[in-house]
């Protein structure tokens, strides 16, 4: 079983930055597609990025690259989601999700690829 956990939501200025960060624990050994979600207020669940751990190569839906950073740290075993100047409309609960199946893949964003998931993280963005 997997856990994941997530934290570094909360308010930030537009133009600013935000960090995300979300933590598996529990058997964590296999290599595995990691992934961040958001769900805007009266929108279907998106995915914003994801990256494989074995070897770091990372995906992005195309309107956020360069937006938005995805990243691994403490041993893989935590996935960052760096907002680069957010925008008003990044307001969103972002939510974290891990695939332990299959590499990413260009279908990376299809949510039933994802085995677990964190339990969101609401990001507040102010004008």
């Known amino acids: 079983q997997v856990h994941l956990m997530e934290s570094g939501g909360g308010s930030v200025q537009a133009g600013g930055s935000l960090k995300l960060a979300c933590t598996a624990s529990g058997d964590t050994t296999n290599n595995r597609c990691m992934a961040w979600f958001r769900q805007r207020p009266g929108r279907k669940r998106e995915g914003v990025a994801a990256?494989?751990?074995?070897?770091?190569?990372?995906y992005y839906t195309e309107s956020m690259e360069g937006r938005f950073t995805i990243s691994l740290e403490s041993a893989k075993r935590t996935v960052a989601l760096q907002l680069n100047s957010p925008k008003p409309e990044d307001l969103a609960m972002y939510y974290c999700?891990?695939?332990?199946?299959?590499?990413?893949?260009?279908?990376?964003?299809?949510?039933?690829?994802?085995?677990?998931w964190g339990q969101g993280n609401q990001v507040t963005v102010s004008s």
């Open positions: 999700a891990a695939n332990f199946q299959s590499l990413c893949g260009e279908q990376w964003y299809w949510e039933s690829k994802y085995d677990y």
């Open positions: 990256i494989y751990t074995r070897d770091g190569k990372t």
